[in-house]
């Protein structure tokens, strides 16, 4: 049973032909299913590598965007994989796909945590694609930007030295807002903007030889959120308001403000 799953037994799931076959047959079916809910705009595509490894990192504002997300990787062939929060893999149906697809479970504040960063790695080494979301969890700004970020996609970028991809979304938090309130008509409009891979060559992490120091990793993640939050203003037709919001003190803070 899926609620049973030994905890060790998911931090080294891997790809295997009969699950990337599952893989491509779910994805062509959802698909299918978003489009018949969905009108979807992608701009940008071209830019997604086809012959190696590569890091995505996005913004979160629906239970639903995995889908969005995934969808212009799986058009270039590759099969994308999720660090997500364990809990999902060890819920009934849900877990067993999540496992058979090979996704990532991420266990927060242990020792996992880790281990899932060393699998998501050998998937990038072996020339897939791993998503991750810098925010770790749903944006909760009122205004739908990006919030403060964690550094664990900096860490996966520094350890691998994979290119990263920034991709920004809109419109699909209208059909399942982030409370999980569902809208489905009218039918909503979703665009999606794939930007260039961010550079890091003036970091000391960048540099397989040397550990990034928690400066580097800081810098990293923002560079990361600015490139997101750039093209997510793009798309929005608006620039972000100042300061990020703060899910702890629950207001928008500027760079540097202490509370």
Sequence with gaps: MAGSQPRQALTGLKPTPSGDALYRVLGHSARVLYHCLMGLKIEGIEKLPRDRGYLVVSNHLSEVDPITIAYPVFLTGTLPRFLAKESLFRAPVIGWILRKLAHIPVARGSIDARKSLETAQNVLESGGAVVIYPEGTLSEDP??????????????AFATGVPVYPIAHWGDQEFLSPTGKFRPFPRKKVQVKIGDPIDFSDLQGSSPAAAPTREDLTTATERMVSAITALLEDIRGE?????????????????????
């Design 143 to 156: 205004q739908g930007w990006m919030i403060a970020a964690r550094t664990g996609a900096a860490r996966l």
């Design 239 to 259: 620039k972000e308001p100042e300061g990020r919001w703060n899910p702890i003190t629950r207001r928008r803070e500027l760079p540097g403000e202490k509370h």
